[in-house]
DNA sequence: CTGAAAGCGCTTACAG
DNA sequence: CTGAAAGCGCTTACAG
């Protein structure tokens, strides 16, 4: 491992003047710089960024903590944000909380021992469960920015950037109502998540602006051990003739299960889930899904944070909301 | 941001008496260490771990390059790797090749600049096939620990950790003659990665163990665009009554290829694929597949490096393969 | 048991 | 245009 100071020696320059050079500083006449690097290639310099970070006090380095990445949706954002982060010269770091609350604690503790620049948070279930923001606490004093994504605490001091969740779950209820469907369930394993409320309330607003009698019916579970005992009894009191599913995996069982028990789709029973995974797609039917655009939320996520960088007398905080698609497949039936 | 130096004044000690109290030196009086840390606690102390690598010469990160974090197969190494880094109090930093030598090679540039205490790696699909492993040069002049995994170079100075390609493909092979399919055919979208051809030797070996008379049918491609009129081609000349697939997603396309096209599965065409995915599990009737303990590579992986980190006079070098294991679904007959 | 001092490898304000 | 010096925040060999 050559060292600055080695180089120095060896070329006989001062330290400072390598520094400079290799930086592409003003001061340093073209000619020096020019040998400075052909030396740097020649001895296999490359400087240690950990020296740079004690000094410059940044790390260019982002913390990302997400529940899962084996979650197809998480994987995407994740993609999203190492690409945009790397075009910004910004490596990541990456923890997976795995929905629990003390995990996430300790992955944001260490975070800041890391001194990264930037946290990037997708909260885990427990915490929004239990509305447990506290460790939030300690980022706020210290300037570090942060930036939430999907999985948000709403009405905080930090930026976020969410699906229009409410907006999908309207269209994706009023297209079933369009194709005829008289008795729409709304399936969710993330009740207890923002994104999972706010799915569940553009159920809810769609069934009442389109004037529906019948009551809104939410199967909500947190374990697929309940799942189909709970779908079992909800068909049984009710003629339902849609689902529509609050998440990708959700989806997908409703469609093999109702299958299983001999119901036609989408003849007898439609079904949108959200997501649009590659599992939608390769499900027999495939599926309609209200689709997200997971890696572009990855990338705003990174640009709300580069401008939290780079501009922090600015006011910082901002909320950008994507919008979501409709995906046409065979699950669902044709329009009226 | 309190400081060691600090916290010192604070207490009227010495800062390297702080540095040992916080790093539980035996040199220090319990007294003090517990008059220490309370203060830590109180004036909120996190130490820089710039400055602590720096001093130390090792930075408690892990590089970790892999193609692709939204194939299912990597989501779930990264995991398995995420966990049991965490578990040896490391954390890590990923980056994405998206099959790009290019950036492969950058991100390990990058992860030297860090200073990682090791790299993970899965080669991208361009760097197997042109065979340039140019850019471990440096590393193993530096002595920081690499050790590869899935895709690998065999026969390297580097650490291996790979599932035992070969035996898989030969089982699943096995497993369709045994069912009495007759013309059996590979399909590949990996021919040129070392995992691909590990596959494909498999499933030769087997048709020739068995004393197999019909010419093996391979089906390799790059682009889905070219699938479906080389599947076609292939099965305008042959009777193929099986499919062994290289990976999910060539599984679940072709599954739902010959199903559009008429045939019945596993009637008429059985189907067995890699990596036992929630794809495969999803897809109508669901794949019988080769299983590949995607955390367990992950695992694996990390420990192979731990023990390289922990013992480095040691001899290092050490091949890890994993037994992979035949899921049987739907999509293949029972044995006669 | 506690402390003073040196040093890890950089960058930058300042001097020349 | 180049260099000497200080300092980022730690740790540790050494002294007392």
Same mark, same amino acid.
């Given at each position: 491992m050559t060292t600055l100071k080695e180089l120095a020696s060896i070329l006989d320059l001062a330290p400072s003047t390598i520094s400079k050079s290799l930086n592409n500083s003003p001061e340093i006449s073209d000619c020096t &710089?020019? &040998?400075?690097?052909?030396?740097?290639?020649? =001895?296999?310099?490359?400087? +240690? +960024?950990?020296?740079?970070?004690?000094?410059?006090?940044?790390?260019?380095?982002?913390?990302?903590?997400?529940?899962?990445?084996?979650?197809? =949706?998480?994987?995407?954002?994740?993609?999203?944000?190492?690409?945009?982060?790397?075009?910004?010269?910004?490596?990541?770091?990456? /923890? =997976?909380?795995? +929905? /629990?609350?003390?995990?996430?604690?300790?992955?944001?503790?260490?975070?800041?021992? =890391?001194?990264?620049?930037?946290v990037l948070i997708s909260f885990s279930t427990e915490t929004q469960r239990q509305k447990n923001y506290k460790h939030l606490n300690n980022l706020e004093s210290s300037q570090m920015p942060l930036v939430m994504f999907d999985r948000v605490l709403e009405n905080s001091v930090f930026s976020s950037v969410t699906?229009?969740?409410?907006?999908?779950?309207? +269209?994706?209820?009023t297209h079933l109502i369009k194709t005829g469907c008289k008795k729409i369930a709304f399936v969710s394993p993330i009740a207890e998540t923002s994104v999972g409320?706010?799915?569940?309330?553009?159920?809810?607003?769609?069934?009442? /602006?389109?004037?529906?009698?019948?009551?809104?019916?939410?199967?909500?579970?947190n374990s697929y051990d309940d799942f189909k005992p709970m779908l079992k009894e909800a068909m049984k009191s009710n003629d339902i003739d849609a689902f529509i599913a609050a998440d990708e995996l959700s989806a997908i069982c409703t469609l093999n299960t109702v299958q299983q028990w001999g119901y036609q789709v989408p003849n007898q029973i439609s079904i949108v889930g959200f997501t649009n995974g590659v599992m939608g797609q390769c499900s027999n039917p495939p599926l309609t899904m209200v689709s997200q655009n997971a890696e572009k939320m990855g990338k705003e996520t990174v640009k709300s944070f580069i401008k939290a960088m780079e501009k922090p007398n600015l006011v910082r905080i901002q909320h950008k909301v994507i919008k979501t698609e409709l995906v046409l497949r065979d699950s669902t039936r044709p329009l009226l």
């Open positions: &710089k020019l &040998k400075v690097k052909e030396a740097a290639k020649e =001895f296999g310099y490359i400087p +240690n +960024n950990a020296a740079r970070s004690l000094k410059l006090k940044r790390t260019k380095c982002i913390g990302v903590i997400i529940p899962n990445v084996t979650d197809a =949706f998480f994987g995407k954002v994740l993609h999203g944000i190492e690409e945009e982060a790397r075009k910004h010269n910004y490596t990541i770091m990456v /923890s =997976f909380s795995n +929905n /629990s609350h003390r995990l996430e604690n300790n992955h944001l503790q260490n975070f800041m021992n =890391f001194c990264v620049d930037g699906i229009d969740d409410l907006e999908g779950a309207y +269209n994706a209820t409320k706010n799915r569940k309330h553009g159920y809810l607003d769609a069934l009442q /602006s389109h004037g529906y009698s019948s009551q809104p019916i939410c199967i909500e579970f």
